[in-house]
């Protein structure tokens, strides 16, 4: 059956073209073409038939002026639903590139898992991998058959030539010198044509490098053929999208450096790593054959105006950038204000601290950036490349230039006290972000910052790219609460819960990030508009990024707006348990006993001993059973941590802890949305509750606890993962690593090989239970290997602090130590951590900036205890860390690049 493409203008029809292609689909699913038409057209989609074996195709009628297209392949059920999407344009059909009325097109399903789809990312795109130059297509003469081969390649073997080898004389029959010569055409898309009087239907072939030695490597793998191709006309011409070269050898492997940007130091930063300064950091990476920058989150954070905002991950707006990374110098008119020595001397002040001064270096740069901009914006209001700017991101720029303005003016960012503003209202825009208001100079100043900061960042962007280096940014998976964002679109988060995560074992208590959590079902009716644009803002400065916890695209950790920490929080989203459940595990459910702390004036005896009488009077009721609850003014932790901050709470405060956690000592949490619903609290078999019940009840509840956090959900959050990701993926062609560290639903890993987005497997926080260490034989190639992360110690810091035991186990089995550990992490020892992570089969290896220097006595920091980020388990943690020597002193040690260089070039070359 033929169906046309359009349903007009079928006379005009020029041009036949026939699809195949091999997937097996499971009952009740069915293949269809995905047509991409031009911008103002809908996507069309076309129906294959089955032709049994796994093979789907179909013929379809084009005109000429239809014949410029892009497509890809979905499955879809019998209701018509999307279940399955290859996903970004990767096909196109161009009638310019081949001539005749008949095309036979033969593809494969481009799986979005493949390993080869990491090097068509952005992070590969002319940059880390070598490339070879474009030789001549070659030649053909006319036939009845046209038989172009088209292949993908990553990356090449220098000098070489890609060729097409078969048991056709047109192929050289097997002999590399007479081979098909590809022509490399673009996006390292490879392409040559041959003509045959008769269809070869047992044409035989394979993909090789010919070197410039006539030494041949072949791709791995079995002969492909062109049996399965059947023609309907004997006047064709077959496109063969062979899609992926087959590599036998390893992949290539790219090692990284991992520092926030205000950790940089160098002689022209002010008191803070700034954006210029990445361009120096650069000019080291490439010298030490890093390919790789990644940095933690840029955005502005200025709430309270204090060091609290150092905090990177809870910024005002996620798309501006943070003042704090301004260079003064790259600002036009900046010598007009302060003098180069003026401003040498603010440098050699706050460049002398050991760490960063967040308050006073922000509020140097404001005032200095005040300056300029009252002498500067009489020009740059008219600059071109302002205008450009301002129109390019005023759909984000002006809200947060607003909502800045509204900080200043009321003194806090709970917008909920800013009177008449509280709630946005669209005509707040129209009314300030105009010339003739009083306060539009104090708005558009968030417009002067936000262009240079721009500026800087890309002029960083695009130098570190010149230079084979390329930048990876990070995701933060929430929002503040008191931001932009939340102001303006309330409606897409669910501002009563809290996220964070579950307990761990960094966090005994779980964590509270106190970010508003996502309303998914309203973010799709637009299909995650506000998702992709983040994506397309991170895009214009980075080539990776990093999803700050991605386990909460398949389930987050949602707090009660009520509690401080993270004991009785629940998934969002989660299937509750119901009366059927519990029955199903004999267990005779009783709320009351189950949903409140369970307090006996034995137990309450034997924590407060001696004390027990006054903290009975002052928090607790004795009800008609018998039991003790919490007074209904104490019976949650923000009212208990309030009462603590009083004058009559504060002789307590040593029983904060223990009362916290008594809060919190109950079985089961009731669903918020569904009635006579519960969900298990975590870890309840932690709890004094639990260990009042018989052994059998306990026995039951145990085993419902793990079916629902280990089994029941995760088929219901791998859906849910789906429904999200796969938009956000294809925003951009950025190389995307999901930070899927913690309590990991067995479904996540599926998701993640299924989608392409790299894991990451971190030395001391194993996934595999079995082991505390990461082995080789748990790395996927689609990951990225590190020693630590931000929230964690580094390694010569950890070896310092951890116990003796856990030091020793690691030094035997990562570090093949025979004897006792030493007392300090050695330049050696940290060096053999290095080795390790070079050697294991992932395509990155990113390592802290701290560990990198550790190998070296002359370039580590004498004290290992200040090069540490960020403690988790502390919520007021000042982010402030700054490396101890400059840059451009770490430029001159050439031997400690060498070095690097060395071990880097030795590891991927194996």
């Known amino acids: 059956m033929v169906s046309p493409y359009f349903c007009g203008n079928l006379m005009s029809m020029s041009c036949k073209l026939q699809f195949q292609i091999h997937y097996y689909t499971k009952t009740g699913e069915n293949l269809y073409l995905k047509i991409y038409g031009s911008i103002n057209e809908e996507i069309k989609y076309l129906p294959l038939n089955h032709l049994g074996n796994g093979f789907w195709g179909n013929s379809f009628d084009f005109s000429e002026e239809d014949l410029d297209f892009e497509y890809s392949y979905v499955v879809k059920n019998n209701l018509l639903q999307i279940k399955k999407d290859e996903g970004v344009l990767q096909r196109s059909f161009l009638r310019s590139d081949l001539s005749s009325d008949y095309f036979f097109i033969r593809d494969f399903w481009m799986d979005k898992g493949r390993a080869e789809n990491a090097f068509f990312t952005d992070a590969f795109a002319g940059l880390v991998l070598p490339q070879t130059s474009q030789f001549p297509e070659a030649l053909h003469d006319n036939g009845f058959i046209q038989l172009t081969f088209h292949l993908k390649v990553p990356f090449c073997y220098e000098g070489a030539q890609l060729i097409v080898l078969g048991n ?29 009087s008769i269809f070869p239907g047992n044409l035989e072939y394979k993909y090789a490098w010919l070197h410039p030695d ?105 798309f501006a950038l943070h003042p704090l990374y301004l260079h003064i110098e790259s600002i036009s008119g900046w010598a007009n204000i302060v003098t180069p020595e003026e401003l040498e001397n603010i440098r050699k002040d706050l460049n002398e601290l050991d760490a960063v001064d967040y308050e006073r270096v922000l509020t140097c740069k404001l005032d200095l950036a005040k300056k300029i901009f009252v002498n500067q914006w009489h020009q740059l209001k008219d600059d071109n490349e302002f205008i450009r700017f301002y129109n390019e991101n005023e759909n984000w720029l002006t809200s947060y230039a607003l909502f800045s303005f509204f900080r200043d003016k009321y003194k806090t960012v709970d917008f909920t006290k800013w009177e008449d503003y509280s709630v946005f209202n669209p005509t707040f825009l129209t009314d300030f972000i105009n010339p003739a208001n009083d306060h539009f100079l104090d708005i558009a100043f968030y417009f002067f910052l936000q262009f240079n900061l721009d500026n800087q960042l890309l002029n960083a962007s695009q130098y570190a790219k010149s230079k084979g280096v390329i930048l990876k940014g990070d995701l933060p998976i929430g929002i503040f609460k ?69 386990l ?9 707006a009520h509690q401080v920490d993270g004991l009785l929080g629940v998934f969002n989203p989660a299937i509750p348990l119901v009366s059927q459940d519990f029955n199903n595990y004999g267990i005779t459910f009783d709320e009351n006993r189950f949903c409140k702390p369970y307090l006996t004036l034995a137990l309450l005896t034997s924590i407060f001993s001696e004390d027990v009488v006054e903290i009975k009077s002052v928090f607790f009721d004795l009800n008609q059973n018998g039991l003790y609850s919490f007074k209904s003014h104490l019976a949650c932790q923000k009212d208990l941590e309030e009462f603590f901050n009083s004058t009559a709470g504060k002789k307590y405060v040593s029983h904060k802890n223990i009362l916290f956690s008594l809060v919190c000592d109950v079985l089961f949490i009731k669903d918020k949305h569904q009635p006579n619903a519960f969900h298990p609290r975590i870890n309840l078999m932690d709890t004094y509750s639990f260990s009042f019940l018989n052994d059998h009840t306990q026995y039951n509840i145990r085993r419902l606890h793990d079916f629902y956090f280990y089994q029941m959900q995760d088929e219901f959050w791998r859906e849910k993962a789906m429904e999200k990701l796969p938009a956000i993926k294809e925003a951009t062609n950025m190389l995307i690593c999901g930070e899927d560290l913690g309590m990991v639903p067995a479904c996540v890993s599926g998701v993640m090989k299924e989608l392409g987005l790299l894991t990451l497997e971190i030395q001391r926080m194993s996934k595999n239970p079995s082991t505390p260490y990461l082995q080789e034989s748990d790395i996927p190639f689609l990951s990225v290997v590190s020693p630590s992360t931000h929230d964690m110690s580094p390694i010569r810091c950890w070896w310092d602090e951890s116990e003796r035991d856990q030091i020793q186990y690691f030094y035997q089995s990562q570090l093949g130590g025979e004897n006792d550990a030493p007392a300090t992490c050695t330049t050696e020892l940290v060096e053999k951590v290095i080795d390790l992570h070079l050697s294991w089969p992932s395509l990155w290896a990113v390592f802290p900036l701290q560990d990198l220097l550790g190998m070296d006595e002359f370039l580590r920091n004498p004290n290992p205890a ?25 430029l001159k040690r050439t031997d400690f690049s060498d070095k690097l260089k060395r071990k880097i070039s030795f590891f991927r070359d194996l």
């Open 168 to 196: 056709h004389e047109k192929l050289g029959h097997w002999q590399p010198v007479n081979g098909l010569k590809l022509s490399n055409k673009s996006n390292n898309e490879w392409v040559g044509t041959v003509s045959l």
């Open 214 to 318: 006539s030494n041949v490597t072949f791709e791995g793998g079995e002969n492909r053929h062109l049996r399965d191709i059947k023609p309907m006309l004997t006047r064709v011409n077959i496109l063969l999208n062979d899609i992926h070269f087959n590599y036998i050898t390893p992949y290539w492997k790219g090692a990284g450096v991992a520092i926030p940007v205000f950790s940089l130091r160098s002689n022209k930063s002010l008191g803070v790593g700034e954006f210029n300064d990445l361009m120096l950091f650069s000019d080291w990476a490439a010298q030490s054959g890093l390919k790789m920058i990644q940095i933690l989150p840029i955005n502005d954070t200025q709430s309270s105006q204090t060091w609290t905002d150092s905090y990177p991950y809870a910024a005002i707006s996620v």
């Open 482 to 550: 008191h931001s932009t964002d939340a102001w303006i679109s309330p409606h897409l988060f669910n501002m009563d819960g809290q996220a964070g995560a579950p307990p761990d074992p960094f966090s005994a208590t779980g964590q509270n990030w106190g970010f508003p959590t996502y309303n998914w079902s309203e973010m799709a009716k637009d299909d995650y508009a506000w998702w992709k644009n983040r994506m397309i803002i991170l895009a214009k400065y980075f080539s990776a990024y990093r999803i700050d916890h991605i």
């Open 552 to 560: 909460g695209f398949f389930r987050i950790w949602e707090i009660p």
């Open 866 to 890: 200040m090069e540490r980020i960020n403690v988790p388990a502390n919520p007021k943690n000042y982010w402030h860390y700054r490396m101890h020597l400059k840059m451009e002193d770490l």
